[in-house]
């Protein structure tokens, strides 16, 4: 019983190790998309519109 257990505990530890790269490669897909979105002229101008309306309202 003992070298079942084994067996599952190995096969579990590549199944981890896949996983965690999946990740890793989604949140970098997720980090590029959001600067791309970030440093886009439209939105840039909609952030400093943002930041100078609570500049005004608080300064």
Same mark, same amino acid.
């Given at each position: ?20 790269? @999946?990740?890793?490669? !989604?949140?970098?897909? +997720? $980090? ?17 519109? @943002?930041?100078?309306? !609570?500049?005004?309202? +608080? $300064?």
């Amino acid at each position: 019983m003992s070298t079942i257990a084994n067996r599952l505990r190995r096969n579990e530890a590549g199944m981890s190790t896949a996983e965690y790269a @999946v990740g890793t490669v !989604a949140a970098c897909g +997720f $980090g590029g998309v959001l600067y791309k979105l970030l440093t886009s002229e439209p939105v840039q101008g909609m952030l400093k519109d @943002v930041v100078s309306k !609570a500049f005004d309202a +608080f $300064g």
